[in-house]
Every structure is written in structure tokens, then in C-alpha cells.
């Protein structure tokens, strides 16, 4: 398989192995119009370096997301994008300084940060981000990314490296202008929006509703209405090869060449007999196969790969200008259609989205109108670095909630709730020590999850982290005192387990016991893994 290379991959390639790992901290919940601290919400808004915000979302979400939409940067050069497309924001040179290793100068690093080419930048930015994204993805989600010309084909390689060329899906290409451009010898009208699942053959793609609008019913066909379809489809099986007889001309009709008919000369000759095979308006035309509305509704559409139906930048920008009472407050807003489109074919009521580079937070704003037009309990997790988080991205959200617009134009809200956090402390300092500052429970959480990959629940047996497939878990550890797993220790275990596994800062049994018992002993800090 072929794959890309670029100054500074070497150095980033298990970059996301050694983000560190730090908790969120809930900040609010917005509900019922107003913020809260009563209740927490499913559905999250970050603010934080998404890097470390999507490995913060770990312990709770690794292999649960149905479905992630991203629009990063697209690296045009143009310093006035919202996301600094050169990556000279300063959290992201940081990142860069620190993953290459470059001194304050620069000037003994191996490869300076000042060194790097526009497109290499970008994908040391990205890569380590779409590897902690593939490991949110669950067993059947899918992932749809937007791009334009300038990384769309660096970007189609990378994700053939981390997802597999296998789970490509398709390129949809989404029409986002309409007008003519006069700055370039050609007017640019299109973005990618690349779709790779996490394993093909777990996912696929649902069928978007039938348009109601393409049946009808001239004939009033007790069956209701319907639509001629062609008789023929692609490619050539000799079985589906037989010659049709228009009864009204004699003329005899065979498959035009590449392709066969659509079914058996059987089913055809039962489908003839059910008044369901029509030769045209005037009766001297091919053959076409009557389907009914109640038939199509089951089946639905497969979506196609051309999207010029679901609104333009231009369009996205007025929803936002409605939103936020005539003032432009963001530069590039995706519309609402355009998400809503890639949630209706790749959801389902239940599921769990995810938007790492949130902008305007168009994603929940879809999340929450698809709720509302079926009934859906899909729940949103956006995460936005720049400080415009809490002032646009949740406040947009908010508005979306309670409802917006004018009194001559209202828009009736949605309805749901959010909380809002702020990335908080690593777990572990810099001397590799526990972080006692974010408190034993959420030490505890991720012990467990490093161990158990699900979610940590409080147990009531002091040090227990839990139990599953039979092995207990326990985590001895004070925070004003060292810990050592003796006999005195396990005499006042409750929990019976066919194995144990406890952590502690020192160990004083023997290995027979430990044997007989089926004790594995972990060393605090030395064996929490890290990830």
C-alpha cells in the first residue's frame, strides 16, 4: 500500500502514546433555559487542545462513537481562517516545539519548527488527532472528514495508513458555491468529504427516505402511487438475458449491451401479469417496472456521492447571522443540511457524535434538530480549542436550545441540555508522580479503565476499584502515607474473586501465597499504564 511521508512523521507517529492524560473539568450544564451545576449532561462541549481533549475522553468513549465529523483546517495559506491554516497559533507551535524537540532557538533542534513546510506542518498537526480518533470510533462508526484541493489527497493517504484502504467508504463531494469567482481562472465549487468506517464490513451506509414528490399515481393504481423504473441494470448475467415482447408494437427488446435485466424471466413474466411492466406514455417505448411508494419506503435510497442539494457556505453563514441577532460572528460555518445529511446516513437514534474541531458548533445544532424531528436520544461531544468556546460555540447551541430568530420569524427550540468543561491537570506530574490535585476518584476512574477498558463505577468497599470476568480489582493508596500489600491487607478484603489484582506502593507477600490466592501485585505509580 502505498503511503506518505513528510519531514517530521517519525516524530509523530506515536506522538498521541505520549499526550498526557488530563481530566475534564465540568464547568456548567445548561438546561431549561438557564446554567446549572444540579445534573451533568451526555452530551459535552470541551474547550481544550482537542489533542488532549480527545485523549481525555478515553476512559468513557474508546470504541463507543457511532459517528465523528471533522472539518480541520484546510491549509490554504490564508492567514485570516478562523483555525490558523500555517499553524502559528501558539498552542499548536508549542505542540510542535515539544514534539520535535526543538530548543528555545531552534537552532540545534533536528528539525525546526520554522524548517517545516506548510503541508508538513499540517500533517504532523493531524496525524496523532485521526489516531485518537480511530480509537474512539466504535466496531461500526464512521468517520467524515472535510477538506479542499490542498491536503485532500495528503489527507486520503494518511487515512488509508491509520484507518485501512479497505474501510475507505467514498468521497462525497459537497457543492458550496453557487456563485461565479473572479479572483482565479476558474470558480472553485466544491469540498471533499472523505468517509472512512472502522471496519467495512460492520458498517454501511443507510438509505436516505424516498422523496414523496417523484411518485405518482396517473393510472389510479389501487397500490397507490409509484415510479417507472428501468428495467435494465449494470453489468451482464446470462440468466437475467431474455428478449421482452412490447405487446402493443411486437417490437421484441433485448438488455442494451454491459448490462441485464433487472430480475428473472419468472418473476418478470408474474410481475407482467400484475399490471407492474410498462412500455411508456404512448405504450411503444422500452420496457420500465412500475414501483410503489409503500414498496420504496422500506427500502429507501442509497445517497449519492454528489451533494449539491444541501446548501452553500453562503447559506451557513446567513443560519449563523439569524442565530446570533444580524451580527457575523463566525467566518466559515458549515450549514446545518450538510450535517444533518451525514447524520441521517450514518446514525441512528441512539448513537454518539463527535465534532474535534467544533467551530461554530453547527454538529450539535444538527444533533439536536434530528432529535426533534424523530425522536432520536443521539448525544453530541464537541470540542473547540480557541476561546470563542464558551461566547459561540456553546452559546450557539444554547440558542438552539431555547429557540432564536425574530418576532415576526421565530424558531422554536429544540429542546435537550449540555455541559460545558475546560480541559484540567494531567494525571501525572513530571516526575511521573500521581496527581493528587484531581482527587482519588478520578485517579480511580482511570486505573480501571487501564485495566478494564469500560467505565469506572464507585464501589462501597473502601479500594475497590471493581470487579469483571472475574477479577477484583483494588487500588491501596493514601495520599499521606505508603502502602504496602500484606497478609493484614487481604484479611480485610470483602469481595470474592477467582483472581486479584492490587495496586500498592509496596509488596511484603510471599510468592506462594500470592500463588495460592492468585494475587498479581502493581507498584504505584510504576505500573499504571500509560496510554
Given at each position: ?9 517519525d ?11 488530563k ?22 462541549i ?5 489533542l ?7 476512559p ?27 499553524v ?8 510542535l516545539?515539544?514534539t ?14 520554522d ?21 474512539l ?23 488509508d495508513?491509520i ?9 462525497f463531494?459537497?457543492?458550496?458555491r453557487k ?9 472553485l ?10 471496519n467495512?464490513t ?22 397507490g ?8 441494470a449494470?453489468?451482464?448475467?446470462t440468466?437475467?438475458?431474455?428478449e421482452?415482447?412490447?405487446p402493443?408494437?411486437g ?6 449491451k ?10 418478470y413474466d408474474?410481475?407482467f401479469k ?8 404512448t ?30 457556505a ?8 439569524q ?38 458548533g ?9 432529535n426533534?424531528?424523530d425522536g ?14 464558551n ?8 440558542r ?47 486505573v480501571?479503565?487501564?485495566e ?17 470476568e472475574?477479577t ?7 495520599k499521606?502515607?505508603?502502602?504496602t ?15 486479584y489484582?492490587?495496586y500498592?506502593?509496596?509488596?511484603l ?7 495460592k ?15
Open positions: 500500500m502505498p503511503t506518505l511521508n513528510w519531514i517530521g512523521k516524530k509523530v507517529i506515536n506522538h498521541h502514546q505520549d499526550v498526557p492524560y481530566v475534564l473539568e465540568q464547568q456548567y450544564t445548561y438546561s431549561n433555559g438557564s446554567e446549572t451545576n444540579t445534573f451533568v449532561s451526555e452530551n459535552k470541551i474547550h481544550g487542545d482537542n488532549e481533549a480527545l485523549k481525555s475522553l478515553l468513557q468513549y474508546e470504541g463507543k462513537i457511532k459517528c465523528i465529523y471533522i472539518d480541520p483546517p484546510y491549509n490554504t495559506g490564508n492567514e485570516g481562517w478562523v483555525y490558523n491554516d500555517n502559528n497559533d501558539p498552542k499548536i507551535k508549542k505542540w516545539e515539544a520535535l524537540k526543538a530548543k528555545e532557538n531552534f537552532t540545534d533542534a533536528s528539525i525546526g519548527v524548517d517545516l513546510a506548510r503541508h508538513d506542518k499540517w500533517l504532523c498537526m493531524m496525524y496523532p488527532r485521526l489516531k485518537l480518533l480511530h480509537k470510533l466504535a466496531h461500526d462508526g464512521v468517520i467524515f472528514i472535510s477538506i479542499d484541493d490542498n491536503e485532500q489527497a495528503n489527507l486520503k493517504l494518511i487515512c495508513e484507518f485501512g484502504i479497505n474501510n475507505f467508504v467514498t468521497d463531494i459537497w457543492n458550496h456563485s461565479s469567482q473572479n479572483d482565479i481562472d476558474y470558480s465549487s466544491h469540498n471533499h468529504t472523505l468517509c472512512y468506517s472502522k467495512r460492520a458498517f454501511r451506509l443507510n438509505p436516505l427516505p424516498i422523496v414523496e414528490s417523484k411518485f405518482s399515481n396517473p393510472d389510479n393504481d389501487p397500490r402511487a409509484w415510479v417507472a423504473d428501468p428495467m435494465d449494470p453489468n451482464v448475467r440468466n437475467l438475458e431474455y421482452i415482447l412490447n402493443n408494437t417490437e421484441i427488446f433485448l438488455p442494451p454491459g448490462r441485464h435485466w433487472r430480475f428473472t424471466k419468472e418473476k408474474i410481475a400484475e399490471n407492474r411492466i410498462l412500455f411508456g406514455k405504450g411503444k417505448s422500452k420496457p420500465q417496472y412500475k414501483r410503489f411508494l409503500s414498496e420504496a419506503e422500506i427500502k429507501g435510497v442509497n445517497p449519492f456521492t454528489i451533494w449539491s442539494e444541501l446548501g452553500t453562503t447559506d451557513a453563514t446567513k443560519e449563523l447571522i442565530i446570533f441577532d444580524g451580527e457575523k460572528i463566525f467566518q466559515t460555518p458549515k450549514p446545518v443540511s450538510l450535517i444533518n445529511r451525514i447524520l441521517e446516513i450514518s446514525t441512528n437514534k441512539n448513537s454518539i457524535i463527535l465534532d474535534s474541531f467544533a467551530g461554530s453547527t454538529t450539535a445544532h444538527a444533533v439536536l434538530n434530528l426533534k424531528q432520536g436520544n443521539r448525544k453530541f461531544i464537541l470540542i473547540e480549542m480557541e476561546d470563542y468556546a461566547t459561540i460555540t456553546a452559546e450557539r447551541v444554547k438552539v436550545i431555547k429557540g432564536y430568530g425574530t418576532e415576526a420569524k421565530p424558531i422554536e427550540g429544540t429542546g435537550g441540555d449540555f455541559s460545558f468543561y475546560e480541559l484540567g491537570e494531567p494525571i501525572f506530574l513530571e516526575n511521573d508522580l500521581l496527581n493528587e490535585a484531581i482527587g482519588i476518584e478520578r485517579i480511580n476512574e482511570y480501571w479503565f487501564s478494564t477498558k469500560s467505565n469506572y463505577i464507585k464501589q462501597n468497599e473502601q479500594y475497590l476499584l471493581g470487579v469483571k472475574q477484583a480489582y483494588y487500588f491501596y493508596y493514601d499521606d502515607a505508603m502502602t500489600l500484606d497478609e493484614s491487607f487481604l484479611r480485610k478484603l470483602k469481595t470474592k474473586a477467582e483472581q489484582i492490587i500498592a506502593d509496596n509488596c507477600l510471599d510468592e506462594k501465597l500470592m500463588s490466592y492468585h494475587i498479581i501485585f502493581k507498584k504505584i505509580p510504576r505500573d499504571i499504564t500509560r496510554f
